[in-house]
Each structure stands twice: as structure tokens, then as C-alpha cells.
């Protein structure tokens, strides 16, 4: 069985992708399970072709690689919180991989920790993707974001906003609608999650909900996942899955190569200290060397904003 997969990045993320795309291999959970691995980066990233060939090699044959190197149409789109435009080329699949209908896109700040087969077949007859939903529906955060000048535009869907770090898209579907023509308009726009944004506005409706373990936030403090259950975004189960037993985490927020300790960093670090083609690509070092608020003195500051004290 071929899972299509696909990757979005340019050159500022050329080792993380390494990381990705071996932990993918690593966690297929069946020697029957095989993976088709789609790049699409910019020019300067292609770069990491042989690297990744090789890595793929190396740990299931069965398996395919397919570079596309792209010219970004989103380049000049808003950038902020230090994510560069490249994140936008998950807009381009449905044109730059045109005999493909249906892939799994994810962001390179993951580790991957089991097999994606149920997840691949969630159906999506009708649906433009599949999402779990993100931390932006909590009452706090959704709050403070409703001060931003376009969030109206979200207010339907509350409480069903999406993280868009895994996406199942439909492509076929985002053919027939044409769909880049909003997502185009859309990124004239200085949306502050930006693309995330822009799917979140033009798909509300067609879009289908996944457990939460197929992103599990690394950022998520307890205190966190504590209002998600009183708030009703998941299920005490759902929790306790992404907690215990995620099949993706994302470190959305804070990166574990570039801070050590941030949260669930240790997983992300054991996992590439285990691999020898990929032990040497990042600085430990400078990673323990940077340092921020704990998990505990965040959920203090949470807590305190909560409470009004702040």
C-alpha cells in the first residue's frame, strides 16, 4: 500500500526535512505499508535531493522519492513569527503535482512515531481536507485573536478551527473548484497564521476532523489540555491519546534545534542522536545553550492571564 506524502520547505529547512522524512520511514508499522514522499521546494533547497534519496533507501527501498522544484508565487506573501514563505507552497500541490488526487501534507517540524494507514483512509467525499483541530479555539486565545482585523471572517468556526501543521487534502476536489483563485486573493492579505488562515476561511464547511494524535501539539501544556476537555475542542480520550501515544508530534511554537529544552524536545533529540545520517546536522550545543520559560512557567503565565492577574 502507497501512502502519498508530501513535504513544503525551502532552503531554511533543509535538515529538518531529513529528520521528517526518516522518522516517517521508520514508523511505517508494516512491511506492507510503503510511502510515495513528495518534495515541492524552491531552488536553492533541491539541494538536499541526494541526502534524502539516500535516506529513503536506506530504510524502505519499497518507497519513493519525487522532487519538484517550484518557484514560489506566494514569495512576496506576509511573513511573521519567523515562518517564511515557504510555508504557503502547500497552496501549489494541486497544481504542481497534477497526477496526484489526494496527499498528506505535513510541516517539517515533526516526529513521526507510528504508522499513518488509518489516517490515509479517513474518507473525504465532499471535503476539501481532513485536520485536527488547534489550540487557537481556546477561549483565551481565540479572544485575543479576535482582535485582529479579519478574524470575522472565522466566527462560523469556532471551536473547529484547524491546525493545518497535517492536512489530508483532497486535490481532485481542490481542482474542480478552483480553489487557488481565493487562496490567491486571500495571501494579498496579512493574515497572522497565514496560510493556515487562508484554509481555514475558504474551506470552513468542507473540511473533516482527525484525533488529535495525528498532531499532537508539543507546546500543549497540561493546563492546556485541561480547557480543551472543559471547552469540549476534545475528548478526555483524545488527550490522553495525544499525550501517551501520538502518532505525530509537532512542534509548532518552539523548536527543539534550536532550544533543547522545550517541550517534548527530548523525544525529538533522542530519535536524532539514534540515526547516524542524521546525528551530525544539528548543533547540540547551541540547542542547550538557549534557554526560555519552562513548561511549568508557562502554564503560570497562562493561568495568570486567565485569572486577569496579568
Known amino acids: 500500500m502507497y501512502i502519498n506524502t508530501a513535504f513544503c520547505f525551502d532552503h531554511n529547512l533543509v535538515r529538518q526535512v531529513q529528520v521528517a522524512a526518516a522518522s516517517l520511514l521508520d514508523h511505517r508499522g508494516s512491511a506492507q505499508n510503503h510511502y510515495h514522499i513528495y518534495c515541492v521546494c524552491t531552488r536553492e533547497a533541491a539541494v538536499v535531493e541526494e541526502a534524502l534519496r539516500q535516506i529513503v533507501a536506506a530504510r524502505d527501498p519499497g518507497s519513493e522519492l519525487t522532487m519538484r522544484v517550484a518557484d514560489n508565487p506566494y514569495a512576496d506573501s506576509y511573513q511573521v513569527r519567523g515562518i517564511s514563505a515557504g510555508t504557503y507552497l502547500r497552496l501549489e500541490l494541486h497544481r504542481l503535482l497534477p497526477e496526484v488526487d489526494k496527499i498528506l501534507y505535513t510541516d517539517v517540524d515533526i516526529l513521526f512515531q507510528g504508522s499513518l494507514r488509518e489516517l490515509w483512509e479517513t474518507p473525504l467525499e465532499g471535503k476539501f481536507l481532513a485536520a485536527v483541530r488547534g489550540g487557537a479555539n481556546l477561549a483565551d486565545q481565540w479572544a485575543r485573536n479576535s482582535e485582529r482585523p479579519y478574524w470575522h471572517h472565522l466566527e462560523k468556526v469556532r471551536g ?51 484525533p488529535f494524535r495525528y498532531n499532537s501539539l508539543a507546546y500543549m501544556t497540561d493546563v492546556d489540555y485541561d480547557n480543551c476537555i472543559r471547552e469540549g475542542i476534545y475528548s478526555a480520550q483524545e ?72
Open 239 to 310: 488527550c490522553e491519546e495525544g499525550r501517551k501515544c501520538p502518532v505525530i508530534i509537532h512542534y509548532a511554537g518552539d523548536k527543539p534545534w534550536k532550544r533543547y529544552d522545550t517541550n517534548r524536545g527530548n523525544l525529538w533529540w533522542d530519535y536524532v542522536k539514534s540515526q547516524p545520517d542524521l546525528a551530525g546536522l544539528f548543533d547540540e550545543a547551541a540547542a542547550r545553550s538557549c534557554h526560555g520559560p519552562t513548561v511549568t512557567q508557562r502554564a503560570l503565565r497562562k493561568l495568570r492571564r486567565l485569572l486577569g492577574l496579568e
Open 160 to 210: 473547529n478551527y484547524i491546525n493545518a501543521g497535517v492536512t489530508l487534502m483532497n486535490l481532485a476536489l481542490i481542482r474542480e473548484r478552483q480553489m487557488e483563485k481565493q487562496w490567491r486573493e486571500w495571501a494579498k492579505e496579512k493574515l497572522y497564521y497565514q496560510d493556515q488562515d487562508i484554509l481555514n476561511i475558504t474551506c470552513q464547511g468542507a473540511i473533516a476532523f482527525l
